[in-house]
């Protein structure tokens, strides 16, 4: 019989790694079957808090615990992948990306090395926000999550351990439940912070650490009712797939939602600790789920930069053999590192001495780190371009402060509500015409404003993240819903000639109930003004069309060039397009005026022509007017 505290391997935890990396892996690869597969991190956490614990609480009970060893062994079994993944991905962007994306991308990196990348990303960008397929090292906030809990965690449980045993499970569930209620308030409060941050996120590591402890008190030879450890596996693989198939970006998390994947984990592993193996711990026990278990923290590493870089390297990345080409390409890198680096390198066939593998970790490290320097201070060590690409690059930057007439009639995240003294309500006699909408409202107004007649008054109402109807779930603008019913109630007052609705349709189609919403604001501008116009989707280019035209342009821009989305663009826009016609709106195909077969137009202007957008979707100067062009032509033919 074993001992109480002794640690031994279980095979069904690695295969439940499996299952964890895999759902992860899916819904990146939005292959359409879970869209909230995003819960493979949580049960990641999970996990990690019951193995560490078990550590820990052995070698305390044994009398053997170091700091030195614990943090050693982490670092051993951490760190090398994670570098060579870090290198990997700076020698890409470096050879690949401009300034700006690669100054975003060294800023992420450095942050990563010292494990605060989830505090940068808290601080720059969203998870599930459309920029986030141009962030290679986005995933890591979680290794960032749980380095920072292996830093603080054994020294708390060492001081409880030492000075009151006995407390040490009282006060772990006690601070479960404050870090779950944090997690509850964040959720509404400050949804981001709530995501990133380890004190949302330490209740689901600590859920694995209180698992750990009572079975530490447990031999594995007590009599429990082999139906219960049965039903308890079924029931805890069940909560996983269902939050897996349920959850979608669109959910608030982790909130009181993610207690659905943890707790289903934690019953998983509980289930599988006695003598008696159910069928789903014999299922997870199968050698093919241990080997992808066993090979899941490289895999982990690797998916997300590869296909960050191939979607960003003009490879139709939607098409489904693509997708499933990077996840092969994904599992033989993984399988790759963990055979020639990560497992010799723990199991210290590789780098015996501490003192060979602190001098191994350290040189590229430094390198790293003092060329992330370097980056920050150069922005992002532009002298790679030529003069012609500089400056076509620097539409990266452009500045749309006035164009766009941010923080007046295009407002941030934070401002909650539209002042009258900005002029973003024009009425009078003429042509009374309403731009309403998020950014790709926004990018309309300099192009209306100069190509529509002379006595048209063109209002604006638009903000960042925020289409002209209410949501069920505001992730990004939590002032939306508010501003839209403020919106609302000056057009019953005013009753608008034309209304001119437009959104990043392509992004806030993944919304709940959204096709339910954009009949009711169609509907409401059918109530409510003489002409409705649906704007239809824009060709979007990742990471930015200047990137494109860097890539293919010499010389003169081209005037279109290929667009790597556009089979998904026509689809999103004939599926609008048949909306509009069903509430009388004139419906606006920007992918038909725009583009040809798989070409769309990417600049604009006479003998100096200048991007279409300065992003990957939004208007240049030039650009707004090319398309507001487009949208006077198809009301004049109406």
């Known amino acids: 019989m074993r001992s109480n505290f002794d640690t031994v391997y279980r095979p069904d935890i690695d295969g439940l790694r499996a299952l964890a990396i895999g759902l992860v892996i899916v819904f990146h690869a939005e292959l359409g079957v879970v869209s909230g597969g995003y819960v493979g991190v949580d049960v990641f956490f999970v996990i990690s808090g019951y193995l560490i614990t078990k550590i820990i609480y052995s070698d305390l009970h044994n009398n053997r615990f170091s700091f030195k060893r614990f943090w050693i062994r982490r670092a051993r079994r951490l760190l090398p992948s994670m570098i060579l993944v870090l290198s990997f991905t700076f020698i890409v962007f470096y050879n690949l990306y401009s300034p700006k994306l690669f100054y975003d991308m060294t800023s992420n990196l450095i942050s990563q090395i010292f494990f605060v990348s989830n505090i940068y990303l808290w601080k720059n960008t969203n998870y599930f926000d459309v920029d986030a397929g141009l962030r290679p090292l986005l995933h890591m906030w979680s290794l960032s999550v749980e380095e920072q809990f292996y830093i603080f965690y054994?020294?708390?449980?060492?001081?409880?351990?030492?000075?009151?045993?006995?407390?040490?499970?009282?006060?772990?569930?006690?601070?479960?439940?404050?870090?779950?209620?944090?997690?509850?308030?964040?959720?509404?409060?400050?949804?981001?912070?709530?995501?990133?941050?380890?004190?949302?996120?330490?209740?689901?590591?600590?859920?694995?650490?209180?698992?750990?402890?009572?079975s530490a008190e447990a031999t594995g030879e007590e009599q429990v009712p082999p139906w219960l450890l049965s039903g308890a596996s079924v029931v805890g693989l069940a909560m996983i797939l269902a939050s897996a198939f349920w959850f979608s970006s669109a959910t608030p998390f982790p909130s009181y939602r993610a207690l659905l994947p943890c707790v289903g984990t934690a019953m998983i592993m509980w289930s599988g600790g006695y003598r008696?193996?159910?069928?789903?711990?014999?299922?997870?026990?199968?050698?093919?789920?241990?080997?992808?278990?066993?090979?899941?923290?490289?895999?982990?590493?690797?998916?997300?930069?590869?296909?960050?870089?191939?979607?960003?390297?003009?490879i139709p990345i939607e098409k489904i053999y693509l997708k499933i080409s990077v996840i092969f390409f994904s599992v033989v890198f993984a399988a790759l590192t963990y055979r020639f680096l990560e497992n010799p390198i723990r199991k210290k066939t590789l780098l015996r001495s501490n003192s060979s593998f602190a001098a191994s970790i350290f040189v590229p490290i430094t390198v790293l780190s003092g060329l992330s320097i370097y980056s920050g201070v150069s922005g992002g060590i532009p002298d790679r371009f030529n003069q012609d690409e500089k400056n076509l690059l620097?539409?990266?930057d452009y500045n749309i402060d006035e164009k766009y007439r941010l923080r007046a009639c295009f407002l941030h995240n934070n401002q909650r509500g539209f002042e009258d003294k900005a002029g973003c309500l024009r009425f009078g006699v003429g042509n009374n015409v309403l731009i309403w909408g998020d950014s790709h409202a926004?990018?309309?107004?300099?192009g209306i404003n100069d190509k529509f007649p002379s006595d048209s008054n063109v209002s604006q109402f638009t903000a960042m993240n925020c289409p002209p109807f209410e949501q069920e779930v505001q992730r990004f603008n939590l002032n939306c819903n508010n501003l839209v019913k403020d919106i609302k109630k000056k057009i019953e007052r005013k009753k608008f000639d034309i209304i001119i609705l437009s959104a990043n349709w392509f992004y806030h189609q993944n919304a709940k109930y959204f096709e339910r919403n954009l009949r009711s604001a169609l509907d409401f501008s059918k109530k409510n003004s003489e002409k409705t116009v649906l704007i239809g989707p824009t060709p979007m280019w990742k990471p930015s069309l200047p990137e494109h035209l860097v890539r293919v342009a010499s010389g003169e821009l081209p005037e279109m060039i290929n667009m790597p989305l556009i089979a998904e663009l026509r689809k999103l826009d004939k599926s609008l397009s048949k909306i509009s016609m069903q509430y009388g709106a004139i419906y606006v195909s920007l992918i038909e005026n725009l583009c040809e077969g798989t070409k769309c137009r990417a600049s604009v202007g006479g003998a100096s022509r200048t991007p279409l957008a300065w992003d990957e979707a939004h208007y240049t100067e030039g650009g707004s007017k090319f398309v507001a062009g487009i949208v006077h032509r198809s009301l004049a033919r109406e």
Not at 206 to 212: P, T
């Open 442 to 446: 926004a990018h309309l107004y300099i």
């Open 394 to 396: 620097a539409y990266n």
């Open 154 to 214: 054994p020294v708390i449980v060492c001081l409880i351990f030492k000075f009151k045993r006995n407390l040490l499970f009282p006060l772990l569930c006690a601070s479960i439940l404050l870090s779950l209620a944090l997690a509850i308030w964040a959720a509404a409060a400050k949804p981001v912070a709530g995501f990133f941050l380890l004190p949302t996120r330490a209740w689901e590591l600590g859920l694995g650490a209180g698992l750990a402890l009572l």
């Open 276 to 314: 008696f193996k159910p069928l789903i711990t014999k299922l997870f026990s199968n050698s093919v789920l241990i080997y992808i278990g066993l090979i899941s923290y490289s895999l982990y590493l690797w998916h997300w930069v590869l296909f960050v870089f191939a979607d960003n390297v003009n």
